[in-house]
């Protein structure tokens, strides 16, 4: 999933930022008397001394970093006022806050090997003994278990071009017309409640907005054209966004009861505009009101099984009778 023109990289946001804090890890390091020139920090960068050049002016324009350049020597060092770096004054609870964010994130997550390398690299400059609490805490700490795999998802390219608001063709796998080429515009990328990731995008063959599943994305390109926001169209998906992507379609009345066990879990999640989150005497939680669609809300419902009713709703109740009840042929066959 390489994008088509890897120079993008030189002013592309993310990595962008992973330049300027690795100039400024360089300088940091600067032995007394050593010299640190552009070339030496390109070669750092794996960049050019252009890009390098401009990260500089970036990191030195309104103070944003303490880089002064000696004209005499020809180099670059961290200036003293009264910056530290890197900012590390570690604790036991934030050693136990940073092997709880380890232990817990997927390796199927998106950009998953840069995020766990970056979280080691974080844990490399604590003590001994930090690192000893560290790895205790995520020996007993379980990782989610993901059934699809996002590792290899292209989110940093997504992420990109939504905030450069340029057009990308995917070559994206669809469930219901199969695989294909899509000219899209990313808005925003989302991990929904139940783990799955999507980019919001505007389709220019279906001329409406649609969430686009990452790990269905075989390839991206970019095409070099910038697209402008159609606020309007995205205001009003965003205001249907649900769980599972969003609940659109004909309007649905919807009155789910979720037992005690799973309760926190309807309180926590985003429903979307027309329901409502109720709390009940006994413990357990309600969901009610008119949803735009049931594409998106039965497999919350299935998901939890006998512990999530429909008490309410005879269109939606009915949906799940008849899966269920096709379910259940498709075994006894």
């Known amino acids: 999933m390489k994008p088509s023109n890897p120079r993008r990289d030189a002013t592309d946001a993310l990595p962008r930022l992973t330049r300027l804090f690795k100039i400024l890890t360089v300088l940091n390091s600067r032995l007394p008397g050593e010299r640190i020139g552009r070339q030496k920090l390109a070669d750092a960068c794996e960049s050019s001394v252009i890009t390098v050049q401009r990260d500089i002016e970036l990191l030195t324009s309104g103070s944003m970093a303490p880089v002064d350049y000696d004209p005499s020597e020809r180099t670059y060092k961290i200036a003293e006022r009264g910056w530290k770096f890197p900012v590390a004054s570690w604790t036991a609870e934030d050693a136990l806050a940073l092997s709880l964010a380890r232990g817990r994130f997927p390796s199927t997550a998106p950009h ?46 997504l992420v990109n071009s939504a905030i450069r608001r340029e057009t990308v063709e995917i070559d994206y796998e669809s469930q219901s017309s199969g695989r294909g080429q899509r000219l899209i515009d990313p808005y ?6 139940s783990g799955m990731w999507y980019a919001h995008s505007w389709c220019h063959r279906n001329k409406s907005i649609r969430s686009f599943a990452l790990d269905r994305i075989h390839e991206i390109t970019f095409t070099g054209k910038v697209f402008e926001r159609r606020e309007d169209a995205w205001n009003a998906f965003a205001s249907e966004l649900g769980v599972h992507s969003g609940l659109r379609g004909e309007a649905t009345t919807v009155d789910l009861l979720f037992d ?25 939680v309600r969901v009610t009101g008119i949803a735009s669609g049931t594409a998106g809300i039965l497999p919350e419902i299935l998901r939890w099984r006998r512990l999530c009713e429909v008490v309410g709703g005879p269109e939606l109740r009915q949906i799940v009778i008849d899966e269920i009840e096709a379910m259940a042929q498709r075994y006894k066959q």
Do not use: H, M, N
């Open 112 to 157: 998953a090997g840069s995020i766990l390398r970056a979280f080691d690299k974080i844990a490399g400059q604590l003590s001994p003994a930090l690192q000893e609490l560290v790895d205790q805490c995520a020996a007993v700490l379980q990782t989610r278990d993901e059934t699809r795999d996002y590792s290899g998802a292209p989110i940093a390219i």
């Open 260 to 284: 005690v066990e799973v309760a926190s879990y309807a309180r926590r999640t985003k429903w979307g505009d027309g329901l409502s989150v109720v709390d009940q005497p006994d413990g357990t």
């Open 188 to 193: 925003k990328v989302e991990e929904t409640s």
